[in-house]
């Protein structure tokens, strides 16, 4: 009977593990840059890149602005890297409308554009999945939404992060008031002399131990 529960048990595990794995297979992530393995031949599973823009719960929405929605007519990928690939681009709304785009190459950065109008559908994704790559590095870095006058409405990705961090650099007043408050930083040192208060007490403490157990050893001579 033991042995029985332990095997029943054994295939319980087994059966979740597994479904864990194909659930992690099915969308390996839906945050960017998304890098990919270098090694030549890398066999991606399906939607290595699964964003989405509108509502559902597969990942969080980066909009729930209809309008903003409504006014996007195209998406740019922008990939970086050194190496060959093709991509598979798939854009989902009322229905799964994959683009295929066989032989590509990046040497730095290049961009794939796909059309995207997903007016006043409840649910809306983009899913990337780069395919039969060459030796080298291959990073799917951006994705770019755009109205139909080829403006940039919604960045998902490394430009959005990188962009608090250009402004500064063209703005000489914000310049100097940074290095104004440098002299500042020393401040955070003054944490270091509690290390110094703490080894003392320790000292201290140890110092106490030592006399109280010479304290003991004497009256013990005296008994």
């Known amino acids: 009977m033991k042995l029985k529960n332990k095997v029943l048990s054994t295939l319980i595990a087994t059966v979740l ?10 969308a390996q992530t839906h945050e960017l840059p ?18 989405v823009l509108f509502g559902g719960a597969a990942a969080p929405p980066l909009t729930d602005d209809e309008a903003l929605r409504d006014s996007i007519r195209s998406v740019d990928v922008i990939i970086s890297g050194n190496a ?5 681009i798939v854009a989902n709304g009322p229905s799964w409308t994959p683009h295929d785009f066989y032989g590509q190459s990046v040497d730095g950065e ?6 995207y ?13 780069l395919k039969n790559k060459s030796e080298g590095p291959l990073q ?10 080829g403006n940039v409405v919604l960045a998902h990705g490394a430009a ?20 104004e408050t440098a002299p500042e930083a020393p401040a955070k ?27 003991v050893v004497l009256k013990k001579k005296e008994d």
Do not use: C, Q
């Not at 290049?110 to 059309?115: E, S």
């Open 117 to 129: 109008d997903m007016t006043g559908v409840g649910y809306t994704e983009v899913v990337v999945n």
């Open 17 to 26: 593990v597994l479904s864990m794995m194909v659930g992690t297979a099915l």
């Open 160 to 179: 959005s992060d990188a962009a608090p961090v250009e402004e500064p650099a063209d703005d000489n007043d914000d310049v100097v008031e940074v290095a």
């Open 189 to 215: 040192t003054e944490t270091a002399p509690k290390t110094g208060l703490v080894s003392s007490a320790l000292l201290l403490g140890l110092g106490a131990v030592a006399f109280g157990t010479g304290a």
């Open 110 to 115: 290049t961009t794939i554009n796909i059309p």
């Open 140 to 149: 799917i870095t951006r994705m770019d939404f755009k109205d139909a006058d």
């Open 34 to 51: 998304f890098d990919y393995p270098e090694d030549a031949g890398y066999v991606s599973p399906d939607n290595d890149v699964w964003v």
């Open 84 to 88: 060959t690939f093709d991509a598979h």
